[in-house]
């Protein structure tokens, strides 16, 4: 069992920054990959970024590629998103997720957080 817990969500404005940080229980957390997704109101949970489990490897959504930054510490248990030059296109409930084994870009992980909210103001 993995629980997850985001923070560092918020009110922002166009154009500012903003650091996610996803917290996990348990002793395996460098068993999983580790993902981040994004839901805006009457949307779909889209797929934002993935990071391998001995973080060597990512993937992004095209739309965040070069704004985006996904990165873990497996002494800490934590994965980060570093999100920058946001727009209003990124407000949603970010939240991260749990796989054991290799990364995806689909919604087939195994653990999910609650989600944070991020609203960037235009």
């Known amino acids: 069992q993995v629980q997850l817990v985001e923070s560092g969500g918020g009110l922002v404005q166009a154009g500012d920054s903003l650091r996610l940080s996803c917290a996990a229980s348990?002793?395996?957390?460098?068993?999983?990959?580790m993902g981040w997704f994004r839901q805006a109101p009457g949307k779909e949970r889209e797929f934002v970024a993935t990071?391998?489990?001995?973080?060597?490897?990512?993937y992004y959504v095209d739309s965040v590629k070069g704004r985006f930054t996904i990165s873990r510490d497996n002494a800490k248990n934590t994965v980060y998103l570093q999100m920058s030059s946001l727009t209003p296109e990124d407000t949603a409930v970010y939240y991260c997720?749990?796989?054991?084994?290799?990364?995806?870009?689909?919604?087939?992980?195994?653990?999910w957080g609650q989600g944070t909210q991020v609203t960037v103001s235009s």
């Open positions: 348990g002793r395996t957390f460098s068993s999983y990959a």
């Open positions: 990071i391998s489990r001995n973080g060597d490897t990512t």
């Open positions: 997720a749990a796989r054991f084994g290799s990364t995806s870009r689909t919604p087939s992980y195994d653990y």
